[in-house]
């Protein structure tokens, strides 16, 4: 019962310790030019033909271990709330109509963010049965994520770049 009082005195002592946990404006990654977002990046995912792997490392990278929504970055469900897309995979016959819808659907200005291998150069699928097309032949991304799969700590930083924190 001692101990843990004196646990108690010094806790509120060790947070001024702490270093802080944001970044210096010199550690943040440079900013994607012509972008304006102030700081708040609502994204629509779109899979148009991935493994899943890409999606298994956007998950952590928003999920509480690297936290991307602390820079401002979030998914959202509709691209009508959307300041742009998050797209994964090459594209697949399948998903070629609803990436036009998707983007036909974005309010502009809008960011794309090709995340993985298949969506910057087609990745291991770029000549598999069923490929439509590759990204940049529907839309050309402003930002790319390579990797196969990129490391979350890739995907956050690439966020950070269009959030500006
Ligand atoms: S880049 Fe790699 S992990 Fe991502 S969808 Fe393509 S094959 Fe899968």
Avoid: W
């Avoid at 033909?49 to 509480?64: R, W, Y």
């Avoid at 990797?147 to 930083?157: D, F, L, M, R």
Wanted: positive net charge; aromatic residues 2%; glycine residues 10%.
């Amino acid at each position: 019962m001692k101990h843990a009082r004196a646990l108690h005195a010094v806790s509120p002592f060790r947070s001024l310790l702490r270093r802080p946990v944001t970044d210096s404006p010199e550690q943040r990654p440079p900013t994607v030019e012509g972008v304006r977002l102030r700081g708040s990046l609502q994204l629509r995912h779109v899979d148009v033909g991935s493994c899943n792997g890409c999606e298994v490392e956007i998950t952590s990278a928003l999920g509480p271990n690297y936290d991307a929504g602390q820079f401002g970055a979030r998914l959202v469900a509709s691209p009508r709330h959307a300041d742009g897309l998050l797209v994964t995979g090459i594209v697949t016959h399948n998903m070629a109509g609803p990436l036009r819808q998707t983007l036909a659907a974005l309010p502009a200005p809008s960011v794309i963010v090709a995340c993985g291998d298949c969506a910057v150069n087609g990745g291991i699928f770029k000549n598999a049965q069923g490929i439509s097309s590759m990204l940049d032949e529907v839309v050309t991304p402003d930002v790319l994520i390579p990797g196969c799969p990129p490391h979350p700590t890739q995907i956050v930083q690439a966020l950070r770049s269009l959030t500006g924190r």
